[in-house]
């Protein structure tokens, strides 16, 4: 906060200082603005005057300025407007006429032309913001913690309702559809790696396209669209992928790092990328809202609005009984609103509805601020495994307490499973196996399904993969002889590794033909006889059949009924 001569010299026009000249008492006439100032400076710091003045405010205005003494002498000039009303910046002839200082509109304003308050810009998370504060001396000179219970004798308790306050957030004693909280995100994540790793796919828009989802969710314990764009996103803010060239690839060293790391710690790496990452835009995923593209929402910062809701819900909610999240919001709106607001202001982003209707000012909290604070809660927070989620309520788990600040980090001991491979090149592998195993298994076979456990098969396909990875069937041997510990290898296994230790021994291609067939050789000589019939086909594969040329097929049979054949079809 500034001192009483800057704050007259940034931020009082010369109307407003002849105002507080006129209220607190001081002849400043024929003296420069400097002189002015330092006038009406040693009036307003004079104990005494601040106490006369102090007994004629309301006790509305009273509790206005108490507040901002409980709030560190400043807040948003938003927030403040909202509680105190607003505050009408006139020049000289405008305060002659509507007299803001005998006919205040708000007890804002009331405030601001006694020069108890001050407006000024300051540089917030979200932004320059207008901030009101109290001058830090003038604060000092006020008798601001005078009440009307100043006459109570020593050691005598305030009345009860003014000894403390309930909690904002009171904790509730049933709940309804409680699903727990997983980590299989990290399951999934271990997934994700090994897909970047394998296929390098392109990226477009900065997303993966939809041929990538769609494979993808036949490999995820969950699937939906929505988590897979979530795991896309923090395998970047959590430094884990780059993206080069238009193409996504994991980071060899901090993926393997992060493989390598217990489950307890792989939570971690990922909520704390959530946390600060930019790349997860929540209020671009809230169903009903359609933010627009341009202006001062490019700007928006998602990590600021993260950590600044995190922040809150830390100091507002009970640490281990469930609470509703209705009350977090409610909470939050009376509190700190203006939590991912640049400046508290409701005006200047674009976001439609359903109804492609615009919906901006503080009206729309609810629909954009609350909607925002639910979704953290239900989607990513749950997702993480950082809270059990019930109908209407939500309680933090060990991870979700850790990661608000108020425990240390678990660390849980894990049980270690092991990979079972079957006869027919079958590999089973369970949650309980290392990621950084599996993830190695899942550049060597074709994958075949998700679950505890996974499914891959080592095939051909799979090892003609890894050798364009540089693994060859020396290194599978090994890595699978120590997964099953040091148990030998099926006979089968042992053999197809064999048989491709030098490389594939031979070339051969497959291809899907369309071939005729006619029911004598006549037949087939007077098709190739007939030029109109003749340029549809390929290469004999009999003395009654032969290959359709690609793509010629509808024009044969035209052409063929052209010539009074008869054609049967076989599907």
């Known amino acids: 906060m500034k001192p009483l001569n800057l704050t007259l010299q940034d931020d009082v026009d010369a109307g407003v200082l002849s105002v507080l000249a ?33 007994d004629g405010l309301s006790d509305d205005q009273r509790g206005a300025l108490q507040m901002l003494v409980v709030a560190g002498g400043q807040m948003p000039m938003a927030k403040f407007s909202r509680l105190f009303g607003e505050i009408r910046q006139m020049g000289i002839a405008q305060i002659e006429r509507e007299k803001p200082l005998e006919k205040p509109r708000s ?23 207008l901030m009101i504060y109290v001058p830090e001396d003038l604060l000092r000179a006020l008798p601001v913690r005078k009440t009307s219970y100043s006459n109570l004798a020593a050691g005598e308790p305030l009345p009860a309702e003014e000894q403390s306050e309930e909690p904002l957030i009171e904790p509730l004693t049933e709940v309804t559809g409680a699903k727990q909280a997983d980590t299989s995100l990290v399951d999934d994540m271990a997934t994700l790696l090994a897909y970047l790793q394998l296929f390098s796919p392109n990226v477009e828009t900065g997303w993966l396209g939809d041929e990538e989802r769609d494979w993808l969710r036949k490999h995820l314990l969950k699937p939906e669209d929505e988590r897979i764009h979530f ?40 909520a704390e990328g959530w946390r600060g990452g930019q790349y997860f835009r929540e209020m671009w995923f809230l169903p009903g809202l359609h933010p627009d593209p341009g202006g001062e929402l490019d700007e928006y910062d998602a990590a600021v609005a993260r950590s600044n809701a995190l922040d809150i819900m830390g100091e507002l909610v009970p640490k281990q009984e469930w609470w509703a999240v209705a009350d977090f919001i409610d909470a939050v709106k009376e509190t700190e609103p203006d939590f991912q607001r640049p400046g508290g202001d409701y005006a200047s982003w674009y976001i439609r509805n359903d109804q492609n209707e615009y919906i901006s000012g503080f009206e729309s ?34 991870y979700g307490r850790a990661f608000l600040g108020q425990t240390p980090w678990p660390t849980p001991q894990e049980a270690e499973d092991k990979v079972a491979v079957k006869d027919d090149g079958s590999i089973l592998v369970p949650r309980k196996v290392s990621r950084v195993d599996r993830f190695q298994i899942a550049r060597f076979t074709t994958w075949v399904g998700a679950g505890d456990p996974y499914t891959y098969k080592l095939d051909a396909a799979g090892i003609q993969r890894a050798a364009q990875q540089g693994i060859n069937t020396g290194h599978i041997s090994s890595f699978l002889t120590r997964a099953l510990g040091d148990k030998p290898l099926p006979e089968a296994i042992l053999r197809l590794l064999d048989n491709w230790r030098s490389g594939p021994s031979a070339n051969v291609s497959l291809e899907q033909l369309q071939v005729l067939r006619t029911t004598d050789t006549d037949t087939l000589n007077r098709i190739f006889d007939t030029p109109a019939l003749r340029r549809y086909l390929g290469a004999k594969l009999g003395p009654m059949a032969v290959i359709v040329r690609a793509d010629q097929w509808d024009a044969l049979l035209a052409a063929l009924g052209e010539q009074g054949i008869q054609v049967e079809v076989v599907r």
């Open 22 to 54: 006129k209220f607190w008492k001081v002849n400043i006439t024929g003296l420069d603005r400097s002189a002015q100032i330092a006038a009406v400076r040693e009036v307003m710091l004079n104990p005494a005057r601040t106490e006369v003045v102090w």
């Open 365 to 398: 909290w609810d629909a954009v601020e609350g909607a925002l604070l639910e979704y953290y809660l239900a989607t990513p927070m749950h997702w993480l495994g950082l809270v059990d989620r019930a109908d209407g309520a939500v309680r933090l788990t060990a």
């Open 231 to 270: 795991l896309f996103a923090i395998s970047i803010s959590s430094d884990l992928v780059e993206i080069q060239a238009g193409k996504a690839f994991p980071k060899r060293a901090e993926t393997r790092r992060w493989l390598e790391s217990t489950r307890a710690a792989q939570v971690q790496a990922l």
């Open 107 to 129: 007890i804002a304003e009331g405030l601001y032309y006694r020069g108890l308050v001050a407006q000024t810009f300051s540089l917030a998370d979200t932004g320059a913001q």
